[in-house]
């Protein structure tokens, strides 16, 4: 008798649904982050300055995160390890999606705000989705 290390690939349907429920869950946590802030999140970019707010949260976020559903499907096509190389990559996208927070002219708590609201959307999307790749 032998013993799978893992359990077998779900079916196309559940996939896609937990994918899209792994998608509505980065962007509902980073919108919750963007309505707790104590604060206004305004970045001094440019002129004038951006305020941060909700709908701009919860709009990249999705966006964002259907780009790494995406990312996480095309590698499914061409690797055959496809689960390993979108964690690490994903890993390495939230890394350096957190340079722009840290280095934009705000102050220390929008700095913070900014660096939460992408942690927590990593947080949730990249377990879910990796979990939905094909073994």
């Known amino acids: 008798m032998t013993t799978a290390a893992s359990s077998p690939t779900p079916p196309l349907a559940t996939r896609r649904r937990d994918r899209a429920l792994a998608v509505a869950a980065a962007t509902v946590a980073a919108s919750i982050v963007s309505l707790l802030a104590p604060a206004p999140v ?6 004038p300055p951006m305020t941060i707010g909700l709908p701009m949260v919860a709009g990249f976020t999705l966006v964002l995160s259907l780009l790494g559903w995406a990312a996480l499907a095309l590698l499914e ?11 690490s990559l994903s890993v390495v996208v939230l890394a350096l ?8 002219t705000a102050t220390t708590g929008a700095k913070l705000v900014l660096c939460a609201m992408h942690v927590v959307a990593g947080a949730a999307l990249i377990p879910l989705l990796r979990r939905t790749a094909r073994r």
């Open 42 to 47: 305004v970045v001094m970019g440019g002129q």
């Open 77 to 87: 096509r061409f690797t055959a390890r496809a689960r390993t190389a979108w964690t």
């Open 97 to 104: 999606s957190l340079v722009p927070p840290l280095s934009a």
